[in-house]
């Protein structure tokens, strides 16, 4: 360890870095520190000539370890290591340490501080790297089946890339059929293509696609394993429908005397059956038996649908059905939910009849909808004469998602459009700002200032139904401020619809935990990269497409399915995977069979061997996480890469006082 | 190797510094080979034992003594002292027991301060009759002359901490299987036949208490901790998994399990396995692993059953572990040492 020698590299990523660290005094700095061969400092270590700055110093000079010191690791650990292993050394005999994120960016007023946290990172990893040992790569062949979850446009694009390109899929739905949301809307902007129309052909392609293994009413319970080899429980709920005898006649739901307000496809706006299909282009088209409100499942009577069933299809008894699936790959698919707007009062929804959300607008506009395309009143029959649109409702506001829900703009525009072609009616848009940064989006905009829409700029404060005059009576008044010529206003009108936003599934964050992702603080979940790898994410072999991972609009969802689809298939292509040798190992001979580590481990990995009292850990079930590592009591369990003295090392080098010279270090023991 | 009385025999000391006493009781249990021990050592200093003055070791040359078994804690000058003086004087120094080693119960002050123990002891203690208030003053002197005591210290050191040590005998008190160990070992490695085990190395096995242990061991998951008294445990299964607190999983073998073999958790006395530097992080650690519980209340819950966590988990290791008095804003100042 002692005749290590380690070269060092400080990169000034342009100003990111050296416009706060003084990169000059830490590469000075950092030549004294033990066992350092060389300090350098470079404009773009992550450049080729930066590259072949190392590669140049590992042959001329032998150097036996490398540090970077510039960007987070994620960025561009990579590419260190691949030009080490360029030179002929191990790519784990490399170290980064991360002064752009933890120093430079996180401290730009400080320059001072910043340089000596600079130094003190920089100290860690050279205290680190020379406990490093090299590590080889394990090749495990990867299963060509992928999963995606989530049957909207994005699971649909994404299936469908995977099986035309000869591969298996296995599609998890949670509802009984596959659509998700472009499933309910009317027209897409801004071309106003029929929604349906352009998505029902993909649904019916999943649905007949012979490498397609459609799995609707179903839910994943469980995954297990690791990039290549995953094993994935899946739920899939009884439909009390024997699918193989249904042929989707519709007898069942015209027999069945409960009607059920429809909360999902219909958005709470219209009616469905105890047994129903969700939707007339439903795939598969086989009904379900909604068990909470069928009348069979509380009084054991009525039958209506088995009795008149003419294929016999109807099974009281069907059971749910657990199955394992190996899968090489997952994609995340999981969509999006509307914000409630029950949630902001103001706004009256579900106390104001005439207060309606966006997705029962779209409903109401659909042809195939409660009220057959007509614009009503919640009554059934007034057609509005004048209707407000409120934008950016449970978006852009502190009070519930600081973000901007990126399709409400649009779609608001869309609703003005349509009511105006159907009613007549005057339509108000309030807006804070029109966002219409997409193709074709802008000049949307202009067709609708053109058809004489109002638009009034600033947040509405409420919607009320309490008139101060005769023009307001029986009227919903909105009081808003007209920022653009700075007056308070308040203009009646029949009918108002909430543009709510997007949010993330209820249960996102359990999701995530099942495979192993995390959500951002809104609540998405988080990619591995924002700008140059937003389909994967920091756990191989699980990807993300659609708003799961973020606001978006159709043309942006199709095109990340499409994309998480063409990086599965690079893994698919490869034939096999290289997992990273970071995992935990357990010394036999020093292991006392506690067992303290056996219900540790998310991944199974750890077996106790009875016969000879220890734990073991399966190389190819770990993942390196080290839960064991720190459970373990007597510290007999090593992680790779994650080692105690490693660790300590890095540890010791942090604490280090960067305002002494470096030989002095020796003299810190006092106490 | 002759000295003054032409004794040729290899000279041993046995000292005890903050200790209770039990080291020097537990040399005596290896029973009659303490006659072979006699017979291969001339003993220079023993003080619980023998009459033997400082003066005494002051008067032998620098490294005279072959080997000093050294036991109990640093926590004053007079301590320091002899552990600098001895040091001086041997050639093998060990640390013996784990006062010595670790720290053990008088480690345990270094949880407070000395002047708050102090008050205790002197003034505030239920038994207490101290109406005058006084203190043990360091600089007392009688009208004839000084007599000043030896400085109370702050902070509680192990032996190694005040000077360099060459073997570690662990234990409260050491089993004298390895006392006898060390001391023959010794005796025949200076007599030319065998050799000692590299400087620094603890004078018993590496692994755990586990190891010795005939339980048997399952998967465990804690949901509350009971004292001995309020349970009987079955005398087969791990005694952890039914709740009660032993820090078998993560001591040093060597006692041969002897408190779990009658249904006592371990306490851990023979400090950590080899390798491991902080005996309690791996006590807490290894214990947090197994506690059945999903949500922080449910955690407090489990750990609310486990009376005293500190003294559990650092009854012995305090004075060696990390946790050094870091929090410089409440720590007392030192001084004296």
Same mark, same amino acid.
């Given at each position: 360890?002692?005749?290590?020698?380690?070269?060092?590299?400080?990169?000034?990523?342009?100003?990111?870095?050296?416009?706060?660290?003084?990169?000059?005094?830490?590469?000075?700095?950092?030549?004294?520190?033990?066992?350092?061969?060389?300090?350098?400092?470079?404009?773009?270590?992550?450049?080729?000539?930066?590259?072949?700055?190392?590669?140049?110093?590992?042959?001329?000079?032998?150097?036996?370890?490398?540090?970077?010191?510039?960007?987070?690791?994620?960025?561009?650990?990579?590419?260190?290591?691949?030009?080490?292993?360029?030179?002929?050394?191990?790519?784990?005999?490399?170290?980064?340490?991360?002064?752009?994120?933890?120093?430079?960016?996180?401290?730009?007023?400080?320059?001072?501080?910043?340089?000596?946290?600079?130094?003190?990172?920089?100290?860690?990893?050279?205290?680190?790297?020379?406990?490093?040992?090299?590590?080889?790569?394990?090749?495990?062949?990867?299963?060509?089946?992928?999963?995606?979850?989530?049957?909207?446009?994005?699971?649909?694009?994404?299936?469908?890339?995977?099986?035309?390109?000869?591969?298996?899929?296995?599609?998890?739905?949670?509802?009984?059929?596959?659509?998700?949301?472009?499933?309910?809307?009317?027209?897409?902007?801004?071309?106003?293509?029929?929604?349906?129309?352009?998505?029902?052909?993909?649904?019916?392609?999943?649905?007949?696609?012979?490498?397609?293994?459609?799995?609707?009413?179903?839910?994943?319970?469980?995954?297990?394993?690791?990039?290549?080899?995953?094993?994935?429980?899946?739920?899939?709920?009884?439909?009390?429908?024997?699918?193989?005898?249904?042929?989707?006649?519709?007898?069942?739901?015209?027999?069945?005397?409960?009607?059920?307000?429809?909360?999902?496809?219909?958005?709470?706006?219209?009616?469905?059956?105890?047994?129903?299909?969700?939707?007339?282009?439903?795939?598969?088209?086989?009904?379900?038996?909604?068990?909470?409100?069928?009348?069979?499942?509380?009084?054991?009577?009525?039958?209506?649908?088995?009795?008149?069933?003419?294929?016999?299809?109807?099974?009281?008894?069907?059971?749910?059905?657990?199955?394992?699936?190996?899968?090489?790959?997952?994609?995340?698919?999981?969509?999006?939910?509307?914000?409630?707007?029950?949630?902001?009062?103001?706004?009256?929804?579900?106390?104001?009849?005439?207060?309606?959300?966006?997705?029962?607008?779209?409903?109401?506009?659909?042809?195939?909808?409660?009220?057959?395309?007509?614009?009503?009143?919640?009554?059934?029959?007034?057609?509005?004469?004048?209707?407000?649109?409120?934008?950016?409702?449970?978006?852009?506001?502190?009070?519930?998602?600081?973000?901007?829900?990126?399709?409400?703009?649009?779609?608001?525009?869309?609703?003005?459009?349509?009511?105006?072609?159907?009613?007549?009616?005057?339509?108000?848009?309030?807006?804070?700002?029109?966002?219409?940064?997409?193709?074709?989006?802008?000049?949307?905009?202009?067709?609708?200032?053109?058809?004489?829409?109002?638009?009034?700029?600033?947040?509405?404060?409420?919607?009320?139904?309490?008139?101060?005059?005769?023009?307001?009576?029986?009227?919903?008044?909105?009081?808003?401020?007209?920022?653009?010529?700075?007056?308070?206003?308040?203009?009646?009108?029949?009918?108002?619809?909430?543009?709510?936003?997007?949010?993330?599934?209820?249960?996102?964050?359990?999701?995530?935990?099942?495979?192993?992702?995390?959500?951002?603080?809104?609540?998405?979940?988080?990619?591995?990269?924002?700008?140059?790898?937003?389909?994967?994410?920091?756990?191989?072999?699980?990807?993300?497409?659609?708003?799961?991972?973020?606001?978006?609009?159709?043309?942006?969802?199709?095109?990340?399915?499409?994309?998480?689809?063409?990086?599965?298939?690079?893994?698919?292509?490869?034939?096999?995977?290289?997992?990273?040798?970071?995992?935990?190992?357990?010394?036999?001979?020093?292991?006392?069979?506690?067992?303290?580590?056996?219900?540790?481990?998310?991944?199974?990995?750890?077996?106790?061997?009875?016969?000879?009292?220890?734990?073991?850990?399966?190389?190819?079930?770990?993942?390196?996480?080290?839960?064991?590592?720190?459970?373990?009591?007597?510290?007999?369990?090593?992680?790779?890469?994650?080692?105690?003295?490693?660790?300590?090392?890095?540890?010791?080098?942090?604490?280090?006082?960067?305002?002494?010279?470096?030989?002095?270090?020796?003299?810190?023991?006092?106490? | 190797?002759?000295?003054?009385?032409?004794?040729?025999?290899?000279?041993?000391?046995?000292? /005890? #510094?903050?200790?209770? !006493?039990?080291?020097?009781?537990?040399?005596?249990?290896?029973?009659? &080979?303490? @006659? $072979?021990?006699?017979?291969?050592?001339?003993?220079?200093?023993?003080?619980?034992?023998?009459?033997?003055?400082?003066?005494?070791?002051?008067?032998?040359?620098?490294?005279?003594?072959?080997?000093?078994?050294?036991?109990?804690?640093?926590?004053?000058?007079?301590?320091?002292?002899?552990?600098?003086?001895?040091?001086?004087?041997?050639?093998?120094?060990?640390?013996?027991?784990?006062?010595?080693?670790?720290?053990?119960?008088?480690?345990?002050?270094?949880?407070?301060?000395?002047?708050?123990?102090?008050?205790?002891?002197?003034?505030?203690?239920?038994?207490?009759?101290?109406?005058?208030?006084?203190?043990?003053?360091?600089? /007392? #002197?009688?009208?004839? !002359?000084?007599?000043?005591?030896?400085?109370?210290?702050?902070?509680? &050191?192990? @032996? $190694?901490?005040?000077?360099?040590?060459?073997?570690?005998?662990?234990?409260?008190?050491?089993?004298?299987?390895?006392?006898?160990?060390?001391?023959?070992?010794?005796?025949?490695?200076?007599?030319?036949?065998?050799?000692?085990?590299?400087?620094?190395?603890?004078?018993?096995?590496?692994?755990?208490?586990?190891?010795?242990?005939?339980?048997?061991?399952?998967?465990?998951?804690?949901?509350?901790?009971?004292?001995?008294?309020?349970?009987?445990?079955?005398?087969?299964?791990?005694?952890?998994?039914?709740?009660?607190?032993?820090?078998?999983?993560?001591?040093?073998?060597?006692?041969?399990?002897?408190?779990?073999?009658?249904?006592?958790?371990?306490?851990?006395?023979?400090?950590?396995?080899?390798?491991?530097?902080?005996?309690?992080?791996? @006590?807490?650690?290894?214990?947090?692993?197994?506690?059945?519980?999903?949500?922080?209340?449910?955690?407090?819950?489990?750990?609310?059953?486990?009376?005293?966590?500190?003294?559990?988990?650092?009854?012995?290791?305090?004075?060696?572990?990390?946790?050094?008095?870091?929090?410089?804003?409440?720590?007392?100042?030192?001084?004296?040492?």
């Amino acid at each position: 360890m002692a005749e290590e020698r380690v070269g060092v590299y400080i990169c000034h990523c342009g100003h990111n870095i050296a416009g706060t660290v003084d990169v000059e005094a830490v590469a000075e700095w950092a030549a004294d520190l033990p066992n350092v061969e060389v300090s350098r400092h470079y404009e773009f270590m992550c450049s080729s000539l930066g590259q072949e700055l190392v590669e140049e110093d590992i042959k001329t000079l032998g150097l036996t370890r490398v540090v970077v010191a510039a960007c987070s690791p994620h960025m561009h650990e990579r590419t260190f290591r691949g030009a080490c292993e360029r030179a002929g050394l191990n790519p784990y005999l490399f170290e980064m340490a991360n002064i752009r994120e933890h120093a430079s960016w996180v401290h730009a007023v400080d320059k001072e501080g910043a340089t000596e946290k600079a130094k003190a990172l920089v100290s860690a990893a050279v205290h680190r790297v020379v406990h490093h040992t090299p590590l080889e790569t394990m090749k495990v062949p990867v299963e060509p089946t992928t999963m995606v979850v989530g049957g909207g446009i994005a699971g649909i694009q994404a299936a469908l890339e995977l099986a035309d390109a000869g591969y298996k899929v296995i599609m998890v739905e949670r509802e009984p059929s596959i659509g998700g949301h472009m499933a309910q809307l009317d027209k897409t902007f801004p071309t106003l293509d029929c929604s349906a129309c352009i998505l029902t052909p993909k649904m019916f392609d999943v649905g007949a696609h012979p490498n397609i293994t459609m799995l609707t009413y179903s839910e994943v319970e469980a995954v297990e394993g690791y990039v290549g080899n995953f094993v994935v429980t899946v739920r899939q709920k009884a439909r009390k429908v024997i699918t193989d005898k249904c042929t989707g006649c519709g007898t069942c739901w015209e027999k069945c005397p409960i009607r059920v307000v429809d909360d999902v496809y219909e958005a709470g706006l219209g009616y469905r059956k105890a047994i129903y299909r969700p939707f007339p282009q439903a795939v598969p088209k086989y009904p379900v038996i909604d068990v909470e409100s069928c009348t069979y499942y509380k009084t054991g009577k009525c039958r209506a649908c088995q009795m008149f069933c003419p294929t016999e299809a109807i099974d009281f008894d069907q059971q749910d059905e657990v199955v394992d699936y190996k899968v090489g790959n997952v994609i995340l698919a999981t969509g999006y939910e509307q914000f409630d707007a029950r949630r902001i009062p103001e706004y009256g929804y579900g106390r104001l009849a005439n207060v309606f959300t966006s997705l029962e607008f779209e409903r109401m506009v659909n042809a195939t909808g409660p009220t057959g395309g007509k614009i009503m009143l919640r009554d059934g029959v007034t057609e509005p004469e004048s209707v407000a649109i409120i934008h950016c409702v449970g978006s852009r506001d502190r009070r519930y998602n600081q973000y901007c829900s990126a399709v409400c703009c649009m779609y608001s525009l869309k609703f003005a459009h349509l009511v105006k072609e159907r009613t007549g009616a005057e339509v108000y848009n309030f807006y804070m700002d029109i966002r219409t940064p997409a193709k074709g989006y802008e000049e949307f905009y202009h067709r609708l200032l053109e058809e004489g829409v109002r638009f009034v700029r600033g947040r509405v404060a409420k919607v009320t139904d309490a008139a101060r005059g005769p023009g307001e009576e029986g009227k919903l008044i909105i009081q808003c401020e007209d920022t653009l010529i700075g007056k308070q206003r308040r203009i009646p009108v029949d009918m108002v619809v909430l543009s709510a936003g997007m949010e993330p599934r209820h249960d996102a964050e359990e999701i995530g935990h099942l495979f192993g992702i995390s959500c951002s603080v809104d609540g998405f979940f988080i990619e591995r990269h924002p700008k140059l790898d937003p389909m994967a994410t920091m756990t191989d072999g699980i990807y993300v497409a659609g708003v799961c991972q973020g606001p978006k609009d159709i043309p942006a969802t199709v095109a990340q399915g499409a994309g998480a689809a063409a990086r599965v298939l690079g893994v698919i292509s490869q034939g096999e995977v290289a997992l990273e040798p970071i995992r935990a190992e357990i010394d036999e001979e020093h292991c006392s069979g506690c067992r303290i580590c056996n219900t540790m481990c998310p991944y199974s990995a750890i077996d106790y061997i009875e016969e000879l009292q220890v734990s073991r850990v399966n190389p190819a079930l770990c993942k390196g996480c080290g839960t064991c590592v720190a459970a373990c009591p007597s510290q007999v369990i090593t992680g790779a890469h994650y080692s105690y003295d490693q660790v300590m090392a890095q540890i010791d080098g942090i604490l280090i006082d960067v305002n002494r010279p470096v030989t002095a270090e020796a003299e810190v023991a006092a106490d | 190797m002759s000295n003054q009385n032409g004794n040729t025999k290899p000279k041993l000391a046995l000292y /005890w #510094a903050s200790s209770c !006493g039990g080291c020097e009781i537990s040399v005596l249990a290896i029973h009659e &080979k303490i @006659l $072979d021990v006699a017979a291969a050592f001339d003993i220079v200093f023993w003080p619980c034992v023998m009459d033997f003055k400082v003066k005494d070791v002051e008067a032998l040359a620098d490294g005279e003594i072959d080997v000093c078994l050294f036991n109990g804690a640093i926590r004053n000058d007079e301590n320091a002292e002899m552990a600098h003086l001895l040091r001086r004087k041997s050639k093998i120094m060990v640390a013996y027991g784990s006062c010595s080693m670790e720290g053990c119960i008088p480690g345990l002050a270094n949880f407070t301060s000395r002047d708050a123990m102090m008050q205790f002891i002197y003034h505030n203690s239920p038994s207490t009759d101290n109406p005058d208030g006084v203190e043990p003053d360091p600089d /007392w #002197a009688f009208p004839e !002359g000084p007599a000043p005591l030896p400085k109370f210290w702050n902070t509680v &050191k192990t @032996l $190694d901490q005040v000077v360099p040590v060459e073997y570690y005998l662990p234990g409260c008190p050491p089993e004298a299987e390895w006392t006898e160990t060390l001391v023959m070992a010794a005796a025949a490695a200076l007599a030319g036949e065998g050799e000692l085990p590299p400087p620094g190395s603890v004078i018993g096995n590496k692994d755990t208490v586990c190891d010795e242990c005939p339980r048997t061991k399952n998967e465990k998951k804690i949901k509350r901790f009971y004292r001995p008294y309020e349970i009987v445990p079955d005398p087969d299964t791990c005694l952890l998994e039914q709740g009660i607190f032993c820090a078998g999983y993560a001591t040093r073998s060597g006692c041969g399990a002897l408190c779990p073999q009658v249904n006592m958790g371990c306490r851990g006395c023979y400090g950590p396995n080899e390798g491991v530097d902080d005996h309690g992080a791996r @006590l807490i650690t290894g214990l947090a692993s197994v506690l059945d519980a999903k949500t922080d209340e449910e955690v407090d819950a489990i750990l609310d059953t486990l009376p005293d966590p500190a003294g559990y988990f650092y009854r012995f290791g305090l004075a060696h572990s990390m946790l050094h008095r870091t929090d410089v804003a409440h720590a007392p100042k030192r001084d004296g040492n």
